[in-house]
C-alpha cells in the first residue's frame, strides 16, 4: 500500500514537472515601437503591432493560400508568442507534414516541443543531427538568419498602405511589378490597378540574394545588382541544371545605365531552389535572386515576358499614397512636357529637356543636338503620341543624382514619316530639373 502511495505520488510529481511552461519565443514589449529582442547577439526587430495583430494580419494570406508554408511557419510562432502552445505544436505539425524539406520549420516544431520542458530563449535549442560540431553550429546559424529575413520581412509589411517610391506608374500592359527590398530579403507583388489609382501590394516572398552585399559592379563579385530590370524570358526547369529548381526568369542585367557605369557580369536571373532543399539562407547565391521552388510558381502567374518590371533596392522607400500620387503627377507632366516640346517643333525648349551627359547607342548631346537640328528643318508637321507608359524610380546610391526609367509606345505621325515604336527614356535630376540621359528602343 505504502509502494503504491509512493508511486502514485512520484506519478503526480513527474506530471507536474512536465507541465506546458508557456514562454514566448521573444519578450511581449511593453510599448508599441519597443525593440523586440529575437536571437542572440545583439539582433532585435521593431514590432509596432501586438501579438493579436499580427496573427489577424496573416489571416487574409492563409484564406488565400492555406499552403502558403511561411504564413503556416509565422502563425506558428505568433501563437507560441501568444501562449497558444497547443495551437502552435498543431500548426507546425501540419507544416513539417506538408512540407517535409523544410528545415527551419523542423527546427521551430523540435524548439516548441523541448519547450514543455524548459524555458525556450532563442531559435536553435534543437540542432540538426547528423552533422560535426562545426557544421551543426553553421547550419544553425543559417536557419538563425533565415528565421530572422523572414520576420523581418514580415513586420517590415504591417502597413501594407504604403506605396514603394519607384512605383511611380505602371502602363495597361504592365499588370503587375515585383519590387526587391534587399535589406529585408523580400520580394513585394504589385498589381497595376489602372491610371488613376495606386498599384496594391498582392503577394511577398521570402528571397535569397549573393553571398556579397551591395550592388553587382563586376563580374564573379558574387553581388545582387542594384537597379530596374525587366524579365526578358522564361527557361523552363527541363532544359536548366537542377540548381534552378523549378525554373527561372533572366532579366536584362546589365541594362543601358549599367553598361554606361562599367558594370560586368551577366546571368542574374529569378529562379527556384536546388530540389534537393527547401530554402536557402539569405546570403547564398552567386548574384541571382533565388525563391522556394512552391513560391517560384506561384510567382509566374504575375511575369509578363519583356513587360514586367524587376526593382532591386537597397532599402525601399515608402511613400504615403498622397504623396506617391504627387509624385506621379510631376512625372507624367515632365514627359508630357518633352513630347509637346517635340511635337512643336520647338528646338531649343526640346534640347533643354536633355542633360550634357546624354547619350545613345550612336549619339551623345552634341551630335544629337545637329541630327535633331536637321530632322526638324524636313518637318512641316508633327504628331506625337505615348501609350502604355509605365515609369520607375530607379535605386540609387545616396550621393547619385536621382533617376528614373520611362517605357512606353511612341506614336508618330509626320509630312514625311510614320512610325510607332517601344521606346525607353532614361531621366536625371540636375539642379531641381529633370533631364533626358538616355533614349533608345526597349
Known sequence: MIRTLVCILLLLGLIAATVVRVVALWPQPPQVDTPVPFLPGGDHLQS?????ELLERLEPRLERMVDDYEALLLRGLLLFQAGKVDEALSQLQLLVRIAPRFELAHLVYGDLLLARFAPLETIGATTPAGLGEVNRQQRLEEL???ARARLQGYLSLLNADRIPSSLISLGENTPYALVID???NRLYVFRNQGQGSAPVLVDDFYIVLGQKVGD???????????????VTSYLAPELLPPLYGSGAFPINYPNEYDRRQRKTGFGIWLHGTDRS?????PLDSEGCVVLTNEEFERIRQYVVIGRTPVIISEELEWLAKNDWQQQKSLINMVIQEWREHWENGDLQSYLDMYSRDFWTSQHDYDSWGRYKQQVFAGKSYQQISLSDLSVYGYPRADNAAPLIVANFVQHYRSNNFNG???????????QGQWKVVYEGRQ
Open 144 to 146: 538563425r538568419s533565415e
Open 182 to 184: 534587399k535589406s529585408k
Open 216 to 230: 553587382k559592379m563586376v563580374e564573379g563579385d558574387l553581388r545582387t545588382p542594384t537597379g530596374t530590370y525587366f
Open 277 to 281: 532543399l527547401f530554402s536557402r539562407p
Open 48 to 52: 509596432p503591432a501586438t501579438g493579436v
Open 420 to 430: 510607332d515604336m517601344r521606346k525607353r527614356l532614361y531621366l536625371v535630376k540636375e
